[in-house]
Every structure is written in C-alpha cells, then in structure tokens.
C-alpha cells in the first residue's frame, strides 16, 4: 500500500494505492520519499490489512461518542500521517495559517483500497492532544472521486439557480418546512438582487423528480430525505415516495444517472448513510455515485444525522455559501457550528463530508463589493489603481470595510497585489498583511513620501 503526498499550493493531497509491502510517503516537488512503515515479521500490506479488521469495528462505533471517534482518528493519524507525511503535513498547515489560508487535506484512494475509504476519515485527529482537524476552523478534509462521465467546474456565473427538494414519510421525521426555509433565508439577501434564482419542489415524488429537474436546471441541488445502504443491493439509495405516498428507493447508480443529464455543479445530501460506502468499492455510495457521473461537487451524510443538527447544517452552511465563502469553508463552519451545541454529545458533526472531483472550491464569484453602502468609494479606489495606486490607497483609507464579506475582503486585496510592482513594496510584505485595514494602512505608510 502506498501513500503519496502531493503539494497543491494550500492542498495537501494524500492518494492511498496498494502497492508493494511498504508504505511510501513522497513530496512530488522535492522529490522526498521515506517508508512510513518499516517492514516487519509480515509485510506491511498484512499489517495494515489486519489492523483495518480492528478500525472497521471501531469505525462502527466512533460516533456514539468523542472518546471512540478519537480511538479511530488516533489510529488513522498514528498509521498514515507519519514520517515525512507528518512533516508535511505540519509544514503546510503553519504556512497556511501564516498567510491566513485554510488547509484543504485532500484524500485521494485508489480502486485497490476501498477498505480505507469505508472509515471515517472526517474524524482524523491529533494523536497527542485528540485534536479532530476537521473540528478546527483553518483545517479541511475533501474526499476526491474520479469523474468517468461529462463533467463540469463548480464555479459558474450568477445568478445562482437554487433548487430544494424534500421527500418525507410517516415513518421517518424530516422537518421539510424547517429545510426550506433555511435555504431560502440564507439566500434572501441576494435573492432581492437577483442574483439567485430560488424554487422550493415540495416532497417530491419518484417518478416526477427527472421532470422538475429538467423544468428547473439547478445549480445547487438541496435534498432533504432519508438515505440507507442496503447489504443486499450493494449501494446506497434515497428513499422517495411514489403517487401512493408509499417509500420508494431510487439506487444510486439511478440517482448518478438521473443527474447526469442535469448536472447540478453542487448537491447537497442530507440524508441519513448517503455517504456510506462498503470496504469492497469506492462507489457504491449515493454521494460517490453522483461525483462519478459528473456532479463536480456533493455534501453528504456518512452516518445517521439528528434532525435538529440536519436543519443547523443547512442554515449554516448556507448562510457561509451566500457570503462568499468557498464549499469547504462553508461545511467547515457548520461543522463547528455543530460541535459548539452545549446538548452535543456525540461527534455528528464530523458525519457530512464533500466529496469533489474538481480542484475549485467557490461556486459563484459576486461582483467586486456586492451589496456593500461604500460600494462607490471602493469602485472609484479600483479605477484609482489602475492610474494611480498611491491615491487609491490614500483613499482607500477613509473607507470603512465593515460590512465587505470575506470574498470581497480577498477581491479587494488582490486588486492592490497586482501594483506590487508599482508600488516597489516587497511581497513579503504583502503577504504579511491578510487583514485589509491592517494592509492598507501598512501600504500607505510605507508609500508616504
């Protein structure tokens, strides 16, 4: 089994592969490679192999409460992120935090290793201090799924076409009406500015799901419903309800094919085990099967989800996305919004995890200062740049910035970077300063004549 780190400027990549009775840690730019692994008694493969056997029944258990989650993310650390990896993997996330970056740790497995997939990798943590890097706010953790069919960039263009979409049953609670208006609420704001597109579908049936698809050509997918993963058929399903308001599952490979021809650039899943997967395929799973038939980006739930913590992800993780924030830094503070909840006592909030083919994080990029009061002072500073940055930046700070979402912060501040130059300030300097206000009054002393 082999493990290789890849470096992707604030991405650090981890693709798992079986391989030879070694595991292999190896940095593509420095040309770096250590066993993490020393061989023993039995080869590695062996040990590995008869450790997961222990893993897959504590992954079982690990979110009945913190103590059998840190179980399972102590092994997975003090197994895969050792020697070199290690080494990197703490090189990177202090040069992410020093540039005010998030950390996005890329799992990548091979066909060889579905075993490895199976386990609750969103509960990695520090092997030390028990620390879950998923529970951080600088730290994220993306699975990465091939696509083998047509697909598409999660970023696109505004306005944003928003669909939700919820099935409920007698037997299962699903707060449909509390699902709706969590997205609906998150989106307001850019919905007046018609800069998103918004239409609720109701419990939606089996049968009629392809057509309202077609009818309304999503961006955004939100589905709320019940999910399960069935020994029998070997995958996953939904379960909708048919014209008799009976349950009716829809198989994942269905549900990949479905949206194949629609092609949503973001769906998200909540529902109970449509991330869960078997230690015999990577893609026996709803949100798997999605990714490979060209959905670039999928948020699902890898075990069962409380109800109340379902509807908090949602009014969240959309609140972040309709401010700016990237996929991944949107899940992330659902995450902590969930694990803050002073009645948490088990660790829901490492069960939603994204699974992307796709190496973009954002799904939309709003205009420069979207819906900011000063939006005219800071267009007038961004034509002051391209004549003169010295009396843009002057300018620049008699503006207030209370308000500017973390994008527009981020739009703003690269704008100033492209007249490093110009302005013959050096870049690590600029890099210094991720803070705009910070940013610009250091830029302007440092322009003063």
């Given at each position: 089994m082999a493990q290789v780190a890849v470096i992707e400027s604030s991405d650090l990549t981890l693709v798992f592969i079986r391989g030879d009775a070694q595991i292999v840690a190896a940095d593509e730019d420095l040309q770096l490679s250590c066993t993490v692994i020393a061989t023993g008694m039995r080869s590695v493969a062996e040990m590995v192999d008869c450790s997961l056997e222990v893993a897959r029944r504590i992954n079982q258990e690990a979110f009945e409460s913190d103590d059998r989650a840190q179980r399972l993310g102590r092994w997975l650390f003090d197994t895969?992120?050792?020697?070199?990896?290690?080494?990197?993997?703490?090189?990177?996330?202090?040069?992410?935090?020093?540039?005010?970056?998030?950390?996005?740790?890329?799992?990548?497995?091979?066909?060889?290793?579905?075993?490895?997939?199976?386990?609750?990798?969103?509960?990695?943590?520090?092997?030390?201090?028990?620390?879950?890097?998923?529970?951080?706010?600088?730290?994220?953790?993306?699975?990465?799924?091939?696509?083998?069919?047509?697909?598409?960039?999660?970023?696109?263009?505004?306005?944003?076409?928003?669909?939700?979409?919820?099935?409920?049953?007698?037997?299962?609670?699903?707060?449909?009406?509390?699902?709706?208006?969590?997205?609906?609420?998150?989106?307001?704001?850019?919905?007046?500015?018609?800069?998103?597109?918004?239409?609720?579908?109701?419990?939606?049936?089996?049968?009629?799901?392809?057509?309202?698809?077609?009818?309304?050509?999503?961006?955004?997918?939100?589905?709320?419903?019940?999910?399960?993963?069935?020994?029998?058929?070997?995958?996953?399903?939904?379960?909708?309800?048919?014209?008799?308001?009976?349950?009716?599952?829809?198989?994942?490979?269905?549900?990949?094919?479905?949206?194949?021809?629609?092609?949503?650039?973001?769906?998200?899943?909540?529902?109970?085990?449509?991330?869960?997967?078997?230690?015999?395929?990577?893609?026996?799973?709803?949100?798997?099967?999605?990714?490979?038939?060209?959905?670039?980006?999928?948020?699902?739930?890898?075990?069962?989800?409380?109800e109340s913590d379902g509807i908090l992800l949602t009014e969240r993780f959309y609140a972040a996305i309709a401010q700016g924030a990237t996929i991944d830094r949107a899940l992330q503070i659902a995450r902590l919004a969930l694990r803050a909840r002073p009645e948490q006592r088990r660790p829901t909030w490492a069960v939603p995890a994204l699974f992307t083919s796709s190496a973009e994080r954002r799904l939309f990029k709003p205009p420069l200062h979207f819906g900011h009061p000063f939006a005219a002072d800071i267009t007038a500073i961004d034509e002051l740049l391209k004549k003169s940055p010295q009396k843009a930046l002057k300018r620049a700070a008699g503006v207030s910035l209370d308000g500017l979402c973390n994008l527009e912060l981020d739009q703003l501040h690269n704008r100033i970077r492209q007249h490093e130059r110009s302005l013959h300030i050096d870049s690590k300097v600029l890099n210094a300063y991720r803070d705009v206000e910070r940013f610009l009054a250091k830029l302007i002393a440092l322009t003063d004549p």
């Open positions: 895969f992120i050792r020697g070199t990896v290690r080494d990197l993997f703490f090189l990177h996330l202090g040069m992410s935090r020093a540039n005010g970056r998030m950390l996005r740790l890329v799992l990548r497995f091979d066909q060889s290793v579905p075993q490895l997939a199976a386990l609750s990798w969103e509960l990695l943590c520090h092997a030390d201090d028990g620390l879950f890097w998923s529970a951080v706010e600088d730290v994220s953790i993306v699975r990465h799924v091939e696509s083998h069919g047509r697909t598409q960039g999660v970023l696109g263009t505004l306005p944003l076409r928003v669909v939700v979409a919820t099935a409920v049953q007698a037997s299962v609670t699903i707060d449909a009406a509390a699902h709706e208006a969590g997205v609906r609420n998150a989106f307001q704001a850019l919905r007046m500015r018609g800069q998103v597109a918004y239409e609720y579908l109701g419990e939606t049936e089996h049968a009629s799901l392809a057509e309202k698809l077609r009818d309304h050509e999503p961006d955004l997918l939100h589905m709320a419903l019940h999910g399960d993963f069935n020994d029998d058929d070997a995958q996953g399903a939904l379960i909708f309800q048919d014209i008799l308001r009976r349950p009716a599952r829809m198989l994942a490979s269905s549900m990949g094919a479905l949206l194949r021809a629609h092609l949503p650039r973001l769906v998200v899943l909540v529902a109970c085990d449509s991330a869960k997967t078997s230690s015999k395929s990577l893609l026996d799973g709803v949100a798997q099967q999605l990714v490979a038939h060209g959905v670039p980006a999928v948020i699902a739930m890898r075990h069962e989800i409380p």
